[in-house]
């Protein structure tokens, strides 16, 4: 999946709750690892850290649709 390729899917599952400058030190870690998953898990791991030390931060999951669009 192209770098590109994951902004779009991923401005079209958040919306306008999307926030660029938000996710893209996470995209370019693991896009930077070059689908080195190991590489990427550790370059991501500094940003979960910071995520998780931000007071009122709130994970949602949204639930999965019963049926996935075709691609």
Do not use: C, Y
Not at 36 to 59: C, F, N
């Amino acid at each position: 999946l192209s770098l590109p390729n994951a902004e779009i899917r991923l401005q079209a599952h958040l919306g306008n709750r999307f926030i660029d400058a938000d996710w893209r030190p996470a995209l370019r870690a693991v896009m930077d690892a070059e689908g080195d998953s190991e590489a990427a898990v550790i370059a991501i791991k500094p940003l979960e850290q910071a995520a998780m030390r931000r007071l009122g931060l709130t994970i949602r999951i949204s639930l999965r649709p019963k049926e996935l669009p075709q691609l």
